[in-house]
């Protein structure tokens, strides 16, 4: 049975920072796409960040490219976003995601249940 646990979410000031981490079990993870969506209340659900399974490619949303970070370890099944400059419209729920193909789109096998991060301003 395949999990996705995010932690590290919370609430912080505009211009603070936070690590999301997400740990995944019941998967060869180094197979694995990995993914990071939120979505803010009323809306959709939207893409944030993605890696390849060796790490090398990176993928980011337009809006927060040069504030966030994703990264991987793949000896601790972990996918990790580093979030710094943040701003009250980053304010969601943060999931990530596992898929053996890498996308934008949030159409991924594997979903974690969510980490809340709010922004105040």
């Known amino acids: 049975q395949v999990q996705l646990v995010e932690s590290g979410g919370g609430l912080v000031h505009t211009g603070g920072s936070l690590r999301l981490s997400c740990v995944a079990s019941?998967?060869?993870?180094?197979?694995?796409?990995l993914g990071w969506f939120r979505q803010a209340p009323g809306k959709e659900r939207e893409f944030v960040a993605a890696?390849?399974?060796?790490?090398?490619?990176?993928y980011y949303a337009d809006s927060v490219k040069g504030r966030f970070t994703i990264s991987r370890d793949n000896a601790k099944n972990t996918v990790y976003l580093q979030m710094n400059s943040l701003k009250p419209e980053d304010t969601a729920i943060y999931y990530c995601?596992?898929?053996?193909?890498?996308?934008?789109?949030?159409?991924?096998?594997?979903w974690g249940q969510g980490t809340q991060v709010t922004v105040s301003s």
């Open positions: 995601a596992a898929d053996t193909l890498i996308s934008t789109n949030p159409n991924y096998d594997y």
């Open positions: 019941g998967l060869t993870f180094s197979n694995y796409a």
């Open positions: 890696i390849v399974w060796t790490g090398i490619n990176t």
